[in-house]
């Protein structure tokens, strides 16, 4: 039957919400799990991508409810910072793209003329992830404690955070150097991209500007990361068709490009533009270089880029590759050089002198490198590897040569710092910043680097506060494996981040300046603890403008007394002591899940805050990171349009074939591309889940078989393994035991003549609940056909055991199945139709042998204590030949067992009498007649002699 996916889930989340099953309660002596996601940045709709991180911690809080947790699961929004401004722009420009996607997941017309106020955005977009995305999906979250941060009981709780860290010493003022939007003022550059839509690997450059006079008294100022190198300057470069304008920076004019001398005055107190300067005027002069005083002429090229350093080079063609081969192009370019009166004189003067010795390289190796790869024109793309390898070589191996004055023989690292401080002290050099790469705010403007005298910071590098923040990781559940070991270099290698910034921004003013906006990663550290307030803020129990420092030091720290803090806000008793209870049994956190891209920004900060902050006992137990969900090309994007409407998807596909992809189609800590074909395959399965479990449903005999012990084994081993597989949140292998594994069972179970109805309904119990945390509204709707209620949802999961007689079933129907794929091969390989099946199980001394190896505790059993072991029982001079081949052939297949199955294969069985009782079974499957020996039975038909090869869970065939 084809399930109407929509209806069933509709039923569900209606009843579960009605019910209110997904509110949170203290509960005092109960287990509880507090988990969150990182909540979304208020940018525009969301993706199919975002919803595997979601739907994953949904599965986690489903499993822990029925697992004997009370659990907390709440969920808010991001809206701090340039994100619902931009998106409010866009709309009020009525930018073409953004209506379209507006229109596209069905906003109304009247709804989106609203939208071009920013706090409108929010709330429209607040309104559309709890109830389009989170509620249709079904999640056990308690909507009382939704917050956003630009609510006013939000920012008071931000306020209070930020006096804590100030009181602990850990926020500082200095002069900084910060992206910004010329807009939007400073903007986080990282690649969680909050603040901005291009350039989230942009790293801030220093480039020394070094200054070469001119014989007017201008200066051409060029950008270099190697100020070492100014020794084996032999020519200057200047392109032609770039706008350059002279500016007075202090007592001096430079000449820079048009770009370059805007971000100067985003850098520079005292800068001013005067006027132009003709690029191709310049072309053919002469200019000293600084710190050599040496004469340079100045060449042409068109490779100097306005918006890269000044637009102005300077050459070094004995170790850049590119400078090299400007030169060579020049010298073939006769019509520029007749254009420019560069004379052969002037090539001359310019041919590269060598500066650096580099193990591997000779003298020039710019020039080595370039014959090396056959490079000969500036348009070779080989150009770029060439560059990034001598570049690599020469700064990290080499050292200064004779011609570098007293810098000779100094590496080329020590000499590079040591040539940069020299210049910039003797006024031959200034400082510039600016992005290895385009950086682009949410607005659509470009970011520049720009100077801000008075920033305030988090001191993260605070070595106190690192210390304790690395012991802490060390005691959490980080995963995957690999961040757990790799957050110790990263706490370590973390400083000082910019926490607040001027400018158009929405979030908290920070509470010691009003005229500073608290940055979107500094307000998103500590904010699962807000979530255990702010239902008492929605619920109009304590209101924003009474929330002082007492508030919070009381609730959350314990300081304070109760008396004089319900006086001063005016807050009941008994309010007060509930929060304070309420944070004391939700805290701490047990799991924070979000994206790969957190791994460096947020998870580092959440730590380190809580750490700062709260005390120990409150501080965090764990962290997940979650992969990306990536279209054709790369990572969704929601602020580049984003992919198919959410609501779409759910209608297309069902919420829980959606839910199911995620938590099946691979490991979390992968990428996966999003396939429709791939997410209807999962829409098929739950159908086909569906009606085997109709099937199975049907039955209505009492016919007791061998079959039905093993299936109430079974479901006591899959438990089990389910339930390890939880403990360390691996969803992938839950699902794939619940959805493929379980079922493969049942089948097999109704192919073994399997009919008892009692036998089936008890592991329909079993199985269905386990459904819950991934595909829940099926699971539903399965237990209320099965007559039960309420709610699958909260039902307690049986936990299983392992006992003998689970063994002793498991491993019986083991033998079977193993039998009846040796002998499906040997008919395939064969092609026979076989008229009779002798089976020959293994003799006792084997059996015996093989017992001995699964009891020994060693992963590879002892072949000399087997051999031992066996001689001593077994005292026949045949036999005494056979066991030390033996005790080799089954101590290494003992050891490239699981463990589980050296647990059920360690129960031992009479295999002879097992495949006896399925005798019935196996010639229904076989098709002829099957008799049971032991290998060791003198009755045996055995004409060649087959028997031999019997090995325990193994036994030999004969086949007529």
Partial sequence: MTLNFSAIEAKWRTAWYNAKINESEPRPGEKKFFMIFAYPGVTGYLHVGHMRGYTFSDAVVRYK??????????????????????????????????????????????????????????????????????????????????????????????????????????????????????????????????????????????????????????????????????????????????????????????????????????????????????????????????????????????????NVGTGLVMSVPSDAPVDWIGLVELERDKTSRGKYGITDKMLQDSQPVPIIKTPGWGPLPAVEITEKMGITSLSDPKLEDATKEIYKSGFHKGVMNEACGDFAGQPVERAKEAMREEMLSSGQADLLYDLSEEVLCRCGNRVLIKKIPDQWFIDYANPALTER???????????????????????????????????????????????????????????????????????????????????????????????????????????????????????????????????????????????????????????????????????????????????????????????????????????????????????????????????????????????????????????????????????????????????????????RGGKNKMAISKALETWVPLMVPATPHIAEELWERMGKAPFVSTAQLEQGSITDSVLIAEAKEKLVERLMADVSEILKVTEMRPTRTTIMTAPAWKQDMFQDALADPKSRPDVSALIKSAMARHQSPELKKEIPAFAKEIAAEVAKMSPEDRQVLGARVSERETLSGAKEFLEAEFGCRVDVFSADDPARTDPKGKARFARPGRPAVFIE
């Fill in 469 to 751: 923040s690395k012991e802490q990781a060390l005691t959490m559940k980080i995963l995957p494996r690999e961040y757990y070991e790799n957050i110790q270099g990263v706490l370590e290698w973390y400083r000082e981040r910019a926490c607040v910034r001027l400018g158009n921004w929405l979030g908290t003013r920070f509470p010691f300046d009003q005229k500073w906006i608290i940055e979107a990663i500094a307000d998103s550290t500590l904010y699962p603890v807000y979530y255990v307030i702010s239902r008492y803020a929605n619920e109009g129990l304590i209101t924003a403008e009474r929330m002082d420092e007492g508030f919070f030091d009381y609730v959350l720290l314990g300081r304070g007394d109760l008396e004089a803090v319900a006086k001063a806000t005016g807050f009941s008793r008994e309010v007060l002591d509930r929060v304070r209870a309420e944070f004391e049994y939700w805290y701490p956190l047990d799991i924070n899940l979000g994206g790969k891209e957190h791994m460096t920004v947020h998870f580092p900060v959440f730590l380190m805050n809580h750490v700062a902050v709260l005390r120990p006992q409150h501080w965090p137990r764990g962290i997940i990171v979650n992969w990306y969900i990536t279209a054709t090309g790369g990572k969704i994007s929601k602020s580049k349009g984003g992919a198919q409407p959410i609501p779409d998807a759910a209608e297309r596909f069902g919420v829980d074939a959606m839910r199911l992809f995620y938590a099946h189609i691979a490991s979390l800590y992968v990428d996966v591309a999003w396939e429709d074909e791939k997410v209807e395959g999962y829409r098929d399965r739950l159908e086909r889940l569906w009606n085997l479990a109709s099937e199975l449903s049907a039955i209505d005999t009492d016919a007791v078989t061998e079959v039905d012990a093993w299936l109430a084994a079974r479901m006591q081993t899959r438990l089990v393994r389910l339930h390890k597989f939880m403990a360390e949140y691996d969803l992938r292998s839950y699902a794939n035991d619940v959805y493929f594994e379980i079922p493969q069972d049942m089948r097999w179970y109704l192919r």
């Fill in 65 to 306: 409810l029925m697992t004997g947790h009370n659990v907390l699961f709440p969920v808010g929004t991001h809206a701090t910072g340039n994100g619902a401004i931009s998106f409010a722009r866009k709309v009020e420009r009525q930018d073409e793209s953004v209506i379209e996607i507006l229109r596209a997941n069905g906003c109304p017309e009247g709804t989106m003329s609203r939208l071009s106020d920013p706090l409108e955005v929010v709330r429209f977009f607040n309104n559309v992830y709890v109830n389009d995305y989170w509620k249709r999906f079904g999640f056990m979250s308690d909507w009382r404690r939704f917050t956003c941060t630009i609510n006013p009981d939000y920012s008071r709780f931000i306020e209070w955070q930020m006096r804590k860290l100030k009181s602990e010493g850990l926020l500082i003022q200095k002069p900084y150097f910060a992206a910004a939007c010329i807009e939007h003022g400073p903007v986080a550059v990282d690649a969680s991209e909050t603040d901005i839509s291009k350039g989230g690997n942009a790293e801030v450059l220093e480039y020394v500007l070094l200054k070469f006079d001119l014989e007017d008294g201008r200066k051409l100022v060029a950008a270099t990361l190697r100020p070492e190198t100014v020794f084996g300057l032999t020519n200057f470069w200047v392109n032609p068709e770039v706008e350059y304008v002279d500016v007075r920076v202090g007592e001096e004019i430079w000449v820079v490009s048009k770009q370059a001398a805007e971000k100067l005055k985003l850098q520079k107190d005292d800068m001013e533009v005067k006027g132009s300067a003709n690029g191709a005027e310049l072309i053919g002069r002469r200019c000293r270089a600084p710190f050599t005083g040496k004469m340079l002429a100045i060449f042409p090229s068109l490779l100097c880029d306005p």
